[in-house]
């Protein structure tokens, strides 16, 4: 069984978002304790292709270290950029990127992926 859930109407908004910029996909993965790392590992090595196709690159990819705030472990941290929205629901509705995926699903115990958008220190709201 598969620890990512979608939330479908976070899904319905991301499609329907306007912005057609470039953004981030912030991914927290913890693994699956029997063979979730090596599947997860083995989803990224075969789902680099899609990824490439839709212009996207991984920006960081990390293991997370010190947890100074909060108490919810992960196991990694990728940073994902993407050319757009459109270009990341491309890849996600593509019918051999979805085979793929069924080794990231075999792998995660829990995930949370948050698309974000880059703001300026001009847009930080003051106090």
């Given at each position: 069984m598969s620890g990512i859930k979608n939330n479908e109407d976070q899904f319905k908004k991301l499609a329907a978002n306007p912005n057609?910029?470039?953004?981030?996909m912030l991914n927290l993965l913890k693994f699956k304790t029997e063979g979730g790392r090596d599947s997860y590992f083995r989803y990224i090595k075969e789902s680099a292709p899609f990824v490439e196709a839709v212009g996207a690159e991984v920006v960081y990819f990390g293991?997370?270290?010190?947890?100074l705030q909060g108490t919810e472990e992960w196991d990694l941290l990728m940073l994902?950029?993407?050319?757009?929205?459109?270009?990341?629901?491309?890849?996600?509705?593509?019918?051999?990127y979805l085979k793929v995926h069924e080794y990231r699903a075999a792998a995660v115990e829990r995930a949370v992926l948050y698309a974000t958008d880059p703001i300026t220190f001009k847009e930080f709201p003051k106090a």
């Open positions: 057609q910029k470039p953004f981030v293991k997370p270290g010190e947890m994902v950029k993407y050319p757009s929205r459109k270009a990341f629901l491309k890849m996600a509705n593509n019918p051999d």
